[in-house]
């Protein structure tokens, strides 16, 4: 039988190929749709092409806005959460003291918890203390589920570091200082870069906590959300696109750089 | 030798506890300069608590540490002019061997360090290696950027904390006599922390053998190996056969001895055990020392010798020699180790045979003491 036979002998491309189809389709299908010229509200029929939503990716109003204010509490949750998870990652793994297995358990809550419930304590949390819902309530809320990621990221990447490391530095005349700048964070860079890339990630499409405790302020999300029960501008798409296409090209040049350095090593 | 004393390292009444457990009871030690110096013991003897004391690494809970004139006791490492090859090296494997070298040397601020850590690695033989990172060096290289990294500095005295653990046999001997041949170049003091005695006994001038947090025995190893003053020391370094006897009359400068009904003799001065008539001694010789006759030469073996009967229980032909346990009335499990010159064929399991050996080799133990310590039995345990 030829074909069973050609079947076995490409089974894993054919497996891999199906695997990246699976995810990518949605991905092209985006892509696809921003180039679309719809008639009436909704693109979710091809009709033409045209460029016209990628002239003017600002075109609809208040989307920019809201991007904007997405991207702006990615930032800030991210770079929050990076330092104080990394902190807590080296105080849970370097020092024993009262409450370090309560933080250690406790740490992990937000991502073993349904989101839903946790927007929901924390929108009564912030009424009962009389907050202001909005960019401060939505970036507090954020920093808070975003620690747990980059506590398991960091933690896993500081256990795993051998402490002769940091006594081979000072014994070479590193000061504290020297030590953690020179040694201890490169070291634990790649964990930390895994936390804060999960963190931007996971605040920038949040919905769910975000909605709950936004106020009047809309994010991205919200404003997909809510654009999707009136008609939705091809534009969306366009910013879907665009931030794609922005990861593939930072994982392809992290990628260029990783293999410079390891040809010029060899 | 020069008179200059500033790279001796002085441990006073030098001490560590951790709760209620000690590591190292409080213990004097003085390393001249320029000297190779290891501490011998097996695991969880102190040896690596002390290292780690004079490094720095370690806060002494009692005593002081003197490096020539200057007390180091409550310096931080950094401000110790001492380096360190850690077991296992700790090389940062986010840097390059050259980075890895010139570490020391940037940190104390020196700028143009690219000429001393190309010599640097030309002297441990890795100059096409510069530009690699750790992990990409067999286990031999790794080790020598170690020590690459931590003589650069011309630290006073370089402390070695079982460097050559990781590695296979055959590379640890390469690496002891290169090791003994760069302190040799450089001249600075070497501190060796190893559990292997043989290791000690190639590389060292002096070897502090160490057991339960304090120092069992110092000497020189010729010294430590013909005299040992403990059953520990006989046992952990090479093999003793110990033998217990009963004191029986002193002539001259020897001491007469029963053992299992044969008379053994052992010079006074080498008897470390107090010799009260009457008393008990542990005679040790070692198994080389002794000679094996075949029970119909019995004749012929020289008057004044110790010499006791028995019979072989068990030979093993090792190639250089072969390695016979014999039974006898003062022992039930003796070593002999005989030169391959001249086999005897009638040296086999069940022949009776006369042991025997020059009393100067005996040496005379402390019977009160534990006479399996130190042998790999009583280590492993």
Known sequence: MPVVNWLKRHLVVIAGVLTLAYLLLPNVIVT????????????????????????????????????????????????????????ISFALVRYRFRARGAINSLIFLPMAMPEVVMAASLLTLFLNMGAQLGFWTILIAHVMF???????????????????????????YAGPVQTFLRVTLPIAAPGIAAGALLSFALSFDDFIITNFNAGSTVTFPMFVWGSAQRGTPVQINVIGTAMFLLAVVLVLVSMLINNRRNSQKA | ???????????????????????????DLTVPQGSFFALLGASGCGKTTTLRMIAGLEEPTCGTV???????????????PVNTVFQSYALFPHLDIFENVAFGLRRRGIKSVKKQVEEMLDLVQLGEQARKKPHQLSGGQQQRVAVARALINHPKVLLLDEPLGALDL????????????????????????????????????????????????LGSPTDLYENPGTTFVANFLGTSNLIEAE????????????????????????????????????VGIRPEKISLAHADDAGAVPEGRNRLTGRIVDASFIGVSTQYVVESRACAELSVYVQNVERDARLVPGADVVLHWSPAHTFGLDAAQDIDAGTEEEVAA
């Open chain 1, 32 to 87: 696809v749709f921003s180039f679309n010229k719809p008639k009436g509200r909704f693109n979710y029929q091809w009709q033409q092409f045209s460029l016209d939503a990628w002239k003017q990716p600002c075109g609809v109003a208040d989307m920019c806005n809201s991007l904007s204010i997405s991207l702006q509490i990615a930032v800030w949750a991210t770079l929050g959460a990076t330092v104080l998870g990394t902190m």
């Open chain 1, 146 to 172: 975003c620690l747990s990621f980059v506590v398991t990221a960091v933690k896993a990447r500081v256990m795993s570091m051998d402490p002769r490391l940091e006594e081979a530095a000072r014994d070479l």
């Open chain 2, 1 to 27: 030798m020069t008179t200059d004393n500033s790279g001796d390292v002085r441990l006073s009444g030098i001490g560590k506890t951790y709760g209620a457990f000690t590591a190292v009871h409080p213990l």
């Open chain 2, 66 to 80: 003197h490096l020539g004139d200057q007390n180091v006791t409550h310096l931080p490492p950094y401000k110790r």
């Open chain 2, 170 to 217: 055959k590379l640890r001997r390469q690496m002891q006599l290169e090791l003994k041949r760069i302190q040799t170049e450089v001249g600075i003091t070497f501190i060796h922390v190893t559990h292997d005695q043989e290791e000690a006994m190639t590389m060292a001038d002096t070897v502090a053998v160490m057991n339960g947090g304090r120092v069992e025995q």
């Open chain 2, 247 to 282: 004191i029986d009359a002193r002539s001259g400068d020897d001491i007469v001895l029963k053992a299992g009904g044969d008379k053994l003799v052992l010079p006074a001065a080498r008897c470390s055990a107090p010799t009260p008539a009457g008393g008990r001694v542990l």
